[in-house]
């Protein structure tokens, strides 16, 4: 399937199990290696596209990722083939921050996340605050003309013009991807732009989890699963 592909990855809850903590999640030796074997047969057509800044992928994936193409913050931010590009980071971002805060403080194990593009209000440890978080994000977001993006127990203000979409049509314009079959493996909402853009270009979407409304074509029931069949895929 991969002979003639260019791979795009999203990686929390991808390439990696979500963890209750962002910064609590880390990239093995395993994992590392297996990227750049991908990049290696695909000839540099292997791209992570991640909500998290290219700064915390950087940090997490180590060496491989200034070997791989990276798009960062929902498709903001871009890295490829030594060239980046990033947009001007509005100082709305602080003041949804300090909102953000306020709102965590009461309640306990919620959690704010700043990005380079974006900040999350994570509420996996007070499931109870989700009416409250959506609800406070909707007025930030308005009161403050970001975009909204919602995750699996988390909820985004970022900046506008970018989503998954964007970067893997990006990327496909490019060699050595253009003209190439594109695959996006992701597993959450914020996934279902870059397999709508898979879609349209001639290429697969893979969602991660179990069955439900999605726009991709085939399913993996976890990421050591996905894992698994990229380790096929790079023999």
Same mark, same amino acid.
């Given at each position: 399937m991969?002979?003639?592909?260019s791979l795009f990855l999203d990686f929390d809850g991808t390439l990696v199990d979500l963890a209750d903590r962002p910064d609590d999640v880390v990239a093995d030796a395993e994992l590392r290696a297996l990227l750049a074997r991908l990049n290696l047969r695909l000839g540099?057509?292997?791209?992570?596209?991640?909500? =998290?800044?290219?700064?915390q992928l950087d940090a997490i994936l180590g060496p491989v990722a200034q070997e791989i193409a990276l798009s960062g913050s929902h498709g903001c931010e871009h890295r490829w083939q030594g060239i980046s590009a990033q947009p001007h980071r509005p100082p709305t971002l602080d003041q949804a921050a300090e909102r953000m805060r306020a709102f965590a403080?009461?309640?306990?194990?919620?959690? $704010? !996340?700043?990005?380079?593009?974006?900040?999350?209000?994570?509420? =996996?440890?007070?499931?109870?605050?989700?009416?409250?978080?959506?609800?406070?994000?909707?007025?930030?977001a308005r009161d403050l003309g970001l975009e909204l993006q919602e995750g699996k127990m988390?909820? !985004?203000? =970022?900046?506008?013009?970018?989503?998954?979409?964007?970067?893997v049509r990006r990327m496909m314009r490019l060699a050595p991807m253009k003209g190439t079959m594109p695959v996006f493996i992701g597993d959450d909402r914020t996934d279902e732009n870059g397999f709508e853009a898979v879609t349209e270009l001639g290429?697969?979407?893979?969602? $991660?989890?179990?069955?439900?409304?999605?726009?991709?074509?085939?399913?993996?029931?976890?990421p050591a699963a996905v894992r698994a069949w990229l380790e096929q895929m790079s023999a």
């Open positions: 991969l002979a003639n592909a540099g057509r292997v791209a992570v596209i991640s909500g =998290r800044s290219i700064a403080d009461r309640f306990a194990g919620a959690l $704010v !996340e700043e990005k380079s593009y974006g900040v999350a209000l994570h509420y =996996r440890l007070c499931p109870e605050a989700e009416k409250e978080a959506v609800e406070l994000a909707w007025h930030v988390m909820i !985004e203000l =970022r900046v506008a013009g970018g989503d998954k979409g964007v970067a290429g697969a979407g893979i969602f $991660v989890g179990k069955p439900g409304e999605t726009g991709a074509h085939y399913l993996l029931e976890s």
